[in-house]
């Protein structure tokens, strides 16, 4: 089932929350107040949902309560992870650190809620990017192992069709860490956004670090 934005914001106040959503900034137009913006988005949410039979007779169902219960679970983690600007992800949300809450953005700004497995999420991140598959042929090219600085449009513009991967982390509502993996010649980088530097990184580096991110428990690789 997929939500719009206005409708996860309904769920979000339904759950007595009116801050923002983690990688999901509550959209507020140009001369609007904090407030304003809030009441026009559950307003909308609110028929969105409804027109979904996710709320019937001014009442939501066990569906919408059960949606609200994983974005509550979503919201209320301090560890977020955003994949590609589309995978937005909150792992270790049960007691034994292996479930997760993942919300995905489609082309057209559509939204889908799901709980599942840290595992399983991986694994489709591998089926879908190139990048992780055959991770291992990846050289690292040692002449550039260290941070040296690279311009942005730089990057851009040597590697506008590269296969990336971007992992954005917000730990305790803090923005910490924006890194973009490509490859180049057959040689694997690690590109760090807010400082734009780079370096080389092998595929045993790339893996450590995805599972570190991502907070899998075991190795998807083998």
């Known amino acids: 089932m997929m939500f719009t934005l206005e409708a996860i914001y309904a769920l979000h106040m339904f759950n007595d929350h009116s801050n923002d959503i983690a990688f ?15 009441l026009r988005i559950v307003e909308k ?11 019937v007779d001014g009442t939501p169902t066990e569906e919408c309560i059960q949606y609200g219960a994983y974005l509550d679970e979503y919201a ?16 270790n949300v049960d007691e034994y650190d292996r479930m997760a809450i993942i919300i995905i953005q489609n082309d057209e700004n559509e939204f889908l809620i799901d709980r599942v497995g840290t595992a399983i999420f991986l694994a489709s991140l591998i089926s879908l990017y190139p990048i992780l598959q055959n991770v291992d042929a990846n050289k690292k090219d040692y002449l550039h192992s260290e941070w040296e600085a690279e311009a942005y449009i730089k990057l851009v513009f040597h590697h506008p069709n590269d296969d990336a991967l971007r992992i954005q982390i917000n730990d305790s ?8 993996y490509y490859r180049s010649d057959q040689y694997l980088y690690e590109y760090d956004m807010e400082n734009q530097t780079r370096r080389s990184i092998s595929g045993e580096q790339f893996k450590k670090q995805l599972i570190q991110k991502l907070k899998v428990k075991g190795e998807l690789w083998e």
Do not use: W
Request: aromatic share 10%.
């Open 76 to 91: 209320q983690a301090n560890y977020h992870c955003n994949v590609n600007q589309m995978f937005f992800y909150s792992p």
């Open 24 to 38: 999901l900034p509550l959209p507020v137009k140009e001369g609007e107040t904090r407030k304003e913006a809030l």
């Open 45 to 55: 949410g609110f028929e969105d949902l409804s027109n979904m039979e996710l709320i």
């Open 173 to 180: 509502s803090h923005n910490v860490q924006d890194r973009l």
